[in-house]
């Protein structure tokens, strides 16, 4: 398996699930300008990574699905729940707050409002953002309060949780109080295989 990642970019989390899971895999690094070539938008018509390679040529886009089909693919590493529906759907909802809720709430300050071109207006964009981010990381607290891993066992969700809370810290979301998610962070960074990926991407 081919993972094609950005240093620090949501594909973090696929890259730390590669490392959990122990089977050989190639990391290929992809820079913001990589993502705009020929070549990438043959792998990644969205010009975005995550994107996984198999061997035989065929590609997957789309962090979840990419994250669900890791899970699957090596069931032995225990990734995907317990074998239960009702642990599945619990991932998936985990999943689901981390990259359809909290990720999408990041772009304004990644600049998604520059278009306005009214530096009050976008600097009112992105308070509004980091109040938004800021009750979305109550929830995962509340969730935390006596969990290891957001649902109760290490999943696929965890990693992608780590990769939003990074960013947080990185822009200043005010996280105080959040106790749990501190541990959880704490956690995460303790753990060999995220340090591996961290490193390998040179994001320590
Ligand atoms: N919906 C996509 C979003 C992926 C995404 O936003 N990736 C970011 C990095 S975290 C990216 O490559 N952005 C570049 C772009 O969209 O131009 C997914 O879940 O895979």
Redesign the pocket.
Same mark, same amino acid.
């Given at each position: 398996m081919k993972l094609y990642y &950005?240093p620090g $970019?949501? &594909?973090l989390s696929d890259h730390i699930v590669l490392e959990w899971i122990g089977q050989p895999y190639e990391a290929v690094r @992809?820079s %913001?300008e990589d %993502?705009?070539t020929a070549e990438y938008l043959a792998i990644n018509p $969205?010009? $975005? @990574?995550?994107a996984l390679a198999a061997p035989d040529g065929w590609v997957l886009?789309? *962090?979840? $699905?990419?994250l669900n089909y890791l899970a699957d693919s090596h069931p032995e590493a225990g990734l995907g729940g317990d074998g239960s529906a009702r642990s599945r759907a619990e991932v998936n909802r985990w999943l689901g707050v981390a *990259?359809a809720d909290i990720?999408p709430a990041f772009h304004p300050l990644f600049g998604s409002t520059a278009y306005l071109g009214d530096a009050d207006l976008i600097d009112r964009t992105k308070q509004a953002a980091a109040t938004k981010l800021r009750g979305l990381f109550a929830r995962v607290d509340r969730q935390l309060e006596g969990r290891d891993w957001i649902t109760g066992s290490r999943s696929i969700a965890d990693p992608y949780l780590f @990769?939003v809370t990074r960013w947080a810290r990185a822009m200043d979301i005010d996280l105080s109080g959040f106790d749990n998610l501190a541990r959880f962070f704490d956690t995460m960074l303790g753990d060999a295989g995220v340090q591996r990926a961290l490193l390998q991407e040179g994001a320590t």
């Open positions: &950005s $970019a949501c &594909s @992809v %913001r %993502r705009q $969205a010009g $975005a @990574v995550p886009t789309q *962090n979840a $699905a990419i *990259n990720h @990769v």
